[in-house]
């Protein structure tokens, strides 16, 4: 479930990265992460909730991400991008708890430097999911066209065909 995760977020760029996740993907050690990532999640979403309604993020939830912060620093180098210089992420994990980089620095991004009015909960019932939205007009309803908003878009048009027969 983590690889998956990890390779779909395009985290596993190296062979020797997936290689070393492949290593430990079933081992209790993972498990136990992924546990510990899942309540994290949560606490995740109530901070989301809090920022959804106008409010900051709980002093205790501020406090788990500082030291996850600095137990699990982000490793970037600078590269050459057409007529710039950026910074591109190094992301090499050799265990489990190597996972939390990613996480914790996406979530430091989240809280303090993009939009919280764009912070939104997937319209569709039976969606739990949270998303950025980076349209243009900021008027994006679902995580997903593909599945969420399809998935109502279609029921809507059935329920159209319904009452016009």
Not at 31 to 51: C, D, G, Q
Not at 130 to 157: E, P, Q
């Amino acid at each position: 479930m983590l690889e998956r995760w990890l390779v779909a977020a395009g985290l596993l760029r190296s062979q020797k990265a997936k290689a070393q996740v492949r290593a430990w993907r079933d081992s209790r050690q993972a498990m136990a992460f992924v546990h510990k990532l899942i309540a994290f999640r949560e606490r995740l979403r109530t901070a989301a909730f809090r920022m959804e309604g106008g409010l900051l993020p709980g002093d205790a939830f501020l406090s788990e991400v500082n030291t996850l912060l600095k137990l699990h620093p982000e490793r970037a180098n600078l590269t050459k991008q057409g007529a710039k210089v950026v910074p591109r992420r190094q992301f090499e994990p050799r265990t489990p708890e190597d996972v939390w980089t990613p996480i914790v620095a996406a979530t430091a991004e989240l809280l303090s430097e993009l939009d919280p009015s764009r912070i939104r909960k997937c319209e569709s019932a039976s969606c739990v999911v949270h998303f950025y939205d980076t349209s243009k007009k900021g008027s994006r309803r679902w995580c997903s066209m593909n599945i969420c908003g399809n998935r109502l878009k279609v029921a809507a048009y059935q329920r159209r065909q319904r009452l016009g027969d």
